[in-house]
Structures are given as C-alpha cells and as structure tokens.
C-alpha cells in the first residue's frame, strides 16, 4: 500500500483504507497539541522545511503528547498509524527532500520503520530523541519536564545521528553526557577559550568523538561505568580529537 | 606428644613475602568459585588410584558456634598462630587476615569446609623428599609432581586456591596413605598457614611466614614442626573434626571458608548448590566415564552431584552415547556426527616425540528447548576435565543449534570400543604442556615454548580455527534442500554444500577464491597488535599476485573505517617483495609474490596501540590465473 505514489504525496491512505488493519491502542489520547505545535512551526519563518530544527521544536509537544511506555513505543504500529494515516503531511513536510522514485527506501522508512530501529521513522526517531535525553523536572509530573538538552540534541543533525542511531544511546546516562559535552553551545565555548589551536568543525567533533566512543565500547561495558567515569571518558575523547590526535582516517 | 605450630625463620637480609606468590597468581583471573572447584577436583581426580573405582570427594561444610567452636580453635593451637598473625598486619594480605580474625570473633561463629577424597592416593612421601604428594600438595610452591606429564594439573599451583580461600589463610590435612609407610602408620595430620614474613616483637627474629602445625621433634631452633602419625592423628583429627574414614585418601581442611570476590556471604545450601553444579559443569566428563564422584554435606545431608541432576548438561554426555549411531549428516534434532581434526605435534626439543596426532569432534543436534551452552564445544582431554567451552554462535549465518565435545588426547577414542594409541599419549601430553596454571584454554604457553620446537604454535593456535571450519560443514543450513531456483542460476552461483569447507570452485564469487587462516592478538608486553596469517587460493589453476594487509578498528555494533597503523610486516614465503604503502593515509602491509606462488604466510605487528580497543586483521587477495612461465 505504501507505493511510490503514497510516498510522492500523490495520495493519500485514510482510515478506512487500513481499516481491516488497525488495531485499538487501549486508551485515547488527544493529539490535537501536536497538530496545533506543526501548524505553529510551519508558520515560524526562521524554521525552514525539511530543517532538523522542525524535529527539536516539535519533540517537547510530541513527546508530553504521546505520553506512552517504552513497551507502547516498541509496538511499529503504532508510529505507522501516526505517520501513514495521522501526521502524513508532517513527514512530507519534514522529509520529501529523500525522496527518489528509483530508490524509495529512504521515504519509505521514514513512515514504516520503527521498533527496535529509534532513528528511522519520522515521529519515532522524534519521540525516542526526546525520551533519551530529557529531564524529569522536581514534580515529576509530565508538564514540568526539561527538554532543553532534547532541543540542543535534536538541533544538530549530526549530533542527533551519531547519538540515536548507535547501540550505547540506550544507555540514558551516556546519552546524556554525550548531548551535554558534544552540544553546539558547549563546543563552542570551548573554542572561545583559545585552548585548542586549529580545532576540527564541530560535526567533526562530534562523529570523531562519538566513533572513538563506539570504539572504546568494543572492550569496556558501558552498563558498568560511573557517571562520572562516562563524562571522563568522552571528554578525554573530545580532548584527543580538538587536538587532531586521533589518526584521522 | 603436643600439637603446635611452628615458623620458619629466614635471615633479615632474604626475600620477604607480603604474601604468598602461587595465591597471588591464582588470585588473578576468576577467583569465583569457579576456580576452587575445579582445581580441588582436578587434585582429586589426578591422584586416583589405578584400579576400577571412582575417586569420591566430599564437600563438607561446617559453620561452628559457640563451645563448639571455642574447643576447634583451642584444638587448632590458635592463641600461638594468632601471635604470629598480629605481627605480619603491616602488609594488605596481613591486614586481611586481622579482619577475619575479627569477624570470627564478632560473628561467634567459624566456617570451615572440608574436602575428603577417597580412593585416591594421599599424601605419600617423606617428609623432606624432592619429589612427592605430600610435599607438592602441602609444603613446596610451584613444584609439581604430579603422575607423568598428563595430569590435569601440571604446575603445582592449583592448591594455593587452598590457602586462598581461607580467611586466615590456614589449611589442614588429614591423609590415609594408599601405600604403607615405611615408619609410620596412617593417618598422617599436619596443618600449614601462609602468612605474610614478619619479625618478632622485639624484632631479632625473621619469620618468612610460613608456618607448620604438627609435632615438634626435639629442641633444634627453627626446625619446623612435621606430620603426626597414626593413633596421635587420629586424636588430633578428632578435635579438629577432620577424621576421615579408613580408605586411602586426603582430607583438606579450608579454615574460615569464604569466596574472595564475593560480595555477600553465601549461605550454606547456596554454596553446596553451586559446588555440585560446578562439579558437573567442569567434570561432566570424568562423572560420565565413573572415574569421579562428588558430593556436598551440609547438615548432616549429602547431596550427589549427578549429570540427572542437571540436564544441561545431557546433551555432550549424548554426543558420546551416540557416537557409534554417528550420521553422515545432522538431519534430525539429537543426530550425531563427527569429524577428524588434526594436530601435527611438533618434535620435542631433544628431537624425540612428534605425531601426526588427531583430535575428535562429537556434533550433534540440538534438540528444542536445550537452550543452554548451545553452540559450545566442550574441550576434553584424558584429565576428564572440561577444559573451555568454546563459544560458536552463529558459526555460519542461520545455522543448526547444537552442542559439541572436541576429543583430545587419551580422551579421543571414549564412547566407542577402541583403545587409545601411541599418537594420543603424545597428543595428550602436548595439550597438557598448552594449559595455562588455571587450565582453562589450551593456548601457546612458556612450558610448550621450553618442551617443543617449531611448529608448536600453529599446532595449538590451529585448533580452534580447525574446529570452527568442521563445524561450519556440518551446520550450515542446507540451501540445496528446498527449490534453488532456475538451473541456469544455479550454476553462475556455486551456493551451498560444494563450498561450505570454505573451499569452492573457480566460479565462486570472489570473496571465495582464497582460503586461509588468520590469526591476531595484542601483546601486552610491547603494547601493540601481532598478527599472521597464510592465504591461497582455492583453485590450483589461480595464484596470488597481491596481499593487502589492514587493521580495523571494530565498534560496538560494527567495523568502522579508522585503521591502525601497519609498522611492519614479513613473510616466510619465498621471493616475495613487501612493502608498507599508505591507503587512506594510513599505513598497510603489502606483499607482492613472485609469479606462480601458490601458498604465502606472512606476520607482522601494528604500531604502538595505547587505547587497546578491539581490533581485526583485514586480508584482501588479488588472485588471477596462473601466468605459465
């Protein structure tokens, strides 16, 4: 059902199309904020279509929205649904630049994937960016959340990649560290402090620092490391890598 | 006569000991219980006698309290080792010591576990003799004398776990001898402690720390307290609650049993639980074969260690069962089939010894539901010890679940009706000389380095990569089996049975056109990677022009594309050219042979590695036709 047609946006599949397929969630939320959070963002002239900021500012409203369990999250329906017969525009909106007719792949996973795959699907990568990195605020409840590392993370493409699309951002606290040391504003300051003489971009930084991270893994078990032995680690990383120590292949 | 301890003296200017050498190394590695079992029990197993029967070791464990425990420790002469105890606190092992010293006396209570063995030889030898059980077991460090070169253990370091799992670090033995003694009469008692070397209190006098409960015979200063014998020890084993039946064996006393790594003290039932499962993990082999027993007493209860007992373990014990129904190929869940695998044994130094050697491989089948150590190979030798398992998940995408037993040794023929040959002694005794102290792999080791020449180090390092090759004949998915699709297919791609050796025709897709072995490891000592490999080609038609070598940086879900320096490489091969070109600005390792050559080996090492994560050897072959001239 999902042909090149649907994915060219040049129709559309309703409920009743998939109707023999969908299956009731067990409880009704209302996602009217985040129809009415697309609308607001859309009408923002700073944000370009297609921008990763559209998934920062989104993220908060989505993720206080969908207020689900992990397990409810798992379940690839669901964010089919979502993204097939709920939010369709939105991906359009978000993703259309990946589409080519000879290879659709790229269009298709962003409203099929899902499950054990967080950074594929449109709105799953979205919602699983923000549960990975937000901060529970003293209430607890939903609506005192903090999503500011949410934002700087999901702002910055190739933050965002290199985090969610690897095995260790499962791990909260290195996703964490990971969206606190290797965000814009912190690699920044750190250039502003002259400390480095000829530091690499800040991407550049970041997918060096991440891949030494992943490669550091093959021998340590992140589960069994401190806090404070994980922000040691990537900042001992970053350090090698704004000193262009780190055999750049 | 009175029992007590005594000390060794040492001049003020000797080595010191802050604690025990043999422990140490023990220490290290995996000082879980592990390590306790299977070392005890290989001690046992080695020192059976040579008749029809089993040896049989008890685990007895005792918590004493109150007056019970105030008469053992009186029995145990402790006030005098307690003095010398608090003088040796100024080391960490001392230290150690004073805190067990203290929660014996805070908890009231003393754990002490008992190992009796029966059927086995004792503790046999003169008191001062170079060579013998009584001195390899209780007085001498990494000195072995066990039978021959095949026992299971062949360094003498195994029984320091002893001392090691004692709190106070103080072990006693009871032994019946399986031969008279010349002088005296069975039981032979005597106790011995390892502590840290100390002075006296008024500090003219070296203890080297090892001390020595027993008789003292006569006034000589620093002479050290020997055995007591006969009705005496009997006495003795009495109060220390050590007598033991009247068949010959030993009866070890652990004082102050505890796991050194454990976080929380286990409790009695937990510990006799994980005792008998590791007894059957480790030695499921010697139980099957009726060579060994164990059991666990606590409260006055015995528990047998049965393989029924724990049927995880049932589907090696089948793979012998089933050998003489072996099938050709593993069809129906529980079939069993074998292959050959084999071992060239090197020469020895002195130019004696050597075989074409074989070892065996049992395969079979999983069942549904045999979840647990599926896709391990349990490596056995005549020791009847399991050796490692040896982890081959996913040895071929998709393939069969199974379990498997790699038969070495005196172990080769078991489960049919041969006797084992003259090749399987020397195989035997070669796979002895590759175990580490712990005897957990059979690996290139310093005694094999000493005993044999060349060729030793692909013999041992071969075997895991023979057996991995058989296995992947034998439970790769059948492909053939269902439609393959049009013939005309079928034939461009060679898929399935012709190529599962991982050899295949000149119309294999590429990455097929060689085969080979490749080996890498990193050296701790000059802290970088060395690596080797051998390639050729499949077809004999084909010969190699080129050989890339890199090293690849893994992460944790895949290859990634950083590589490690190359610093250089060799090769044995004939005319061959090397060179160490850059791709990607990183250096690699090239060789270029000389027209015609069919087979090339080379090794090498990288650079200096200091992050020490994982790393993989990368091999790309150019093959083409052989050129005529």
């Known amino acids: 059902m999902v042909d090149n047609r649907f994915l060219a946006d040049e129709r559309e599949l309703t409920e009743d199309d998939l109707g023999p397929y969908l299956q009731p969630l067990g409880r009704s939320l209302d996602l009217s904020p985040i129809d009415e959070r697309i609308k607001e963002i859309r009408a923002d002239d700073e944000i370009e279509a297609q921008s990763s900021l559209i998934d920062a500012e989104l993220a908060p409203t989505l993720h206080r929205t969908l207020d689900l369990t992990r397990n409810e999250a798992a379940d690839t329906g669901l964010w089919h649904y979502l993204c097939i017969v709920r939010f369709p525009e939105f991906v359009h909106y978000r993703w259309d630049h990946v589409y080519d007719p000879e290879s659709p792949g790229n269009m298709k996973e962003k409203f099929l994937k899902a499950g054990t795959d967080a950074y594929s699907n449109a709105l799953h990568r979205i919602w699983w960016g923000a549960e990975l990195t937000y901060e529970d605020g003293e209430s607890g409840e939903v609506e005192d959340r903090d999503y500011s590392r949410t934002k700087r993370v999901l702002g910055f493409q190739e933050l965002a990649n290199d985090i969610l699309d690897h095995n260790f951002a499962r791990y909260v606290p290195v996703t964490h560290a990971c969206g606190d040391l290797l965000c814009h504003d912190m690699l920044n300051d750190i250039k502003e402090e002259g400390t480095y003489d000829d530091p690499p971009s800040n991407s550049n930084i970041v997918s060096r620092t991440t891949t030494l991270l992943r490669e550091e893994l093959t021998v340590r078990r992140v589960e069994m490391m401190e806090e404070d032995d994980i922000v040691e680690t990537i900042e001992d990383l970053r350090d090698v890598v704004m000193r262009r120590e780190a055999g750049w292949s | ?629």
């Not at chain 2, 685990?59 to 109150?66: A, P």
């Not at chain 2, 032994?175 to 002075?199: A, F, V």
């Not at chain 2, 006969?230 to 006495?235: I, N, P, R």
Request: charged letters at 30%.
């Open chain 2, 1 to 629: 006569m009175s029992s007590q301890w005594g000390f060794t003296t040492s001049r003020p200017t000797d080595a010191r000991y802050g604690d025990d050498v043999a422990k140490y190394a023990m220490s290290h590695g995996e000082p879980g219980l592990k390590t306790f079992v299977r070392e005890v029990l290989q001690n046992s197993n080695d020192a059976r006698l040579d008749n029809d029967q089993p040896a049989r070791v008890t685990f007895k464990l005792d918590s004493l309290q109150d007056d019970e425990a105030i008469e053992y420790l009186s029995a145990l002469d402790i006030d005098n080792w307690a003095d010398h105890a608090d003088l040796a606190t100024d080391t960490e092992s001392g230290k150690h010591i004073l805190e067990a010293i203290e929660r014996i006396k805070d908890d009231e209570e003393i754990r002490v576990l008992t190992i009796e063995d029966e059927n086995t030889e004792g503790l046999l030898g003169e008191e001062n003799a170079d060579e013998s059980n009584f001195t390899a077991l209780v007085r001498d460090v990494l000195f072995s004398s066990k039978s021959g070169d095949t026992a299971g253990g062949s360094y003498g370091l195994g029984k320091a776990v002893l001392w090691l799992y004692s709190g106070l670090s103080l072990v006693m033995f009871n032994s019946t001898l399986s031969e008279p003694d010349p002088k005296d009469d069975s039981p032979r008692l005597i106790g011995r402690t390892r502590l840290p070397t100390h002075k006296s209190k008024d500090g003219d006098t070296v203890y080297q720390g090892h001390g020595w409960y027993g008789s003292l015979n006569g006034d000589e200063a620093g002479a050290r307290p020997e055995s007591i014998w006969g009705d005496d020890a009997d006495g003795v084993a009495e109060d220390l609650q050590l007598s033991r039946p009247d068949v010959p064996g030993t009866s070890i006393q652990v004082v102050d049993f505890r796991v050194p790594t454990a976080e929380e003290r286990l409790d009695d039932e937990e510990l006799a639980d994980q005792i008998t499962e590791m007894a059957i993990e480790w030695f499921w082999p010697a139980v099957y074969r009726g060579d060994l027993e164990v059991a666990v007493e606590v409260d006055g209860e015995t528990k047998e260690a049965s393989i029924d007992e724990y049927p995880r373990y049932e589907p090696f014990t089948s793979c012998l069962d089933n050998r003489e129904d072996s099938v050709d190929k593993l069809e129906e869940r529980g079939d069993v089939a074998q292959a050959t695998i084999s071992l060239d044994v090197p020469e020895k130094t002195g130019g004696n010894g050597g075989a074409d050697g074989e070892l065996d491989l049992l395969v079979r089948r999983a069942e549904t539901g045999e979840y647990q150590h599926q896709n391990e190979v349990a490596f056995v030798r005549g020791a009847g010890m399991v050796v490692e398992y040896y982890d081959r998940d996913r040895v071929v995408v998709g393939n069969q679940d199974f379990h498997a037993v790699l038969l070495g040794g005196r172990a080769r023929p078991w489960g049919t009706n041969e006797n084992p040959g003259e090749a399987d002694t020397t195989v035997e005794e070669f796979l002895t000389a590759a175990e580490p102290p712990q005897h957990d792999e059979w690996v290139r080791t310093e005694t094999l380095a000493n005993t044999y020449s060349r060729g030793f180090r692909t013999a041992v390092e071969g075997i895991k990569s023979d057996v991995t090759q058989r296995l992947r004949g034998l439970v790769a998915p059948d492909v053939d089996r269902g439609a393959t699709g049009p013939q005309r297919l079928g034939n461009r791609f060679k898929i399935g049975n012709e190529s599962r050796e991982g050899r295949s025709d000149s119309e294999s897709p590429s990455s097929q056109r060689v085969t080979g072995n490749t080996n890498i490891s990193f050296d701790e000592v000059y802290t970088h990677w060395s690596f080797d490999g051998e390639v050729e080609p499949s077809n004999d038609r084909n010969e190699i022009r080129s050989v890339t070598v890199s090293l690849v940086r893994m992460a944790e879900e895949r290859a990634t594309s950083d590589r490690l320096p190359v610093q250089n490489i060799s090769s044995d091969t004939a005319g061959v050219s090397i060179s160490l070109p850059e791709e990607n600005g990183v250096q690699v390792g090239r060789l270029e042979p000389a027209p015609g050559t069919s087979e090339i080996s080379f090794e090498g090492v990288s650079k200096r590695d200091s992050r020490q994560v994982e790393t993989r050897l990368k091999v790309s072959v150019d093959v083409a036709e052989r050129r005529d001239d």
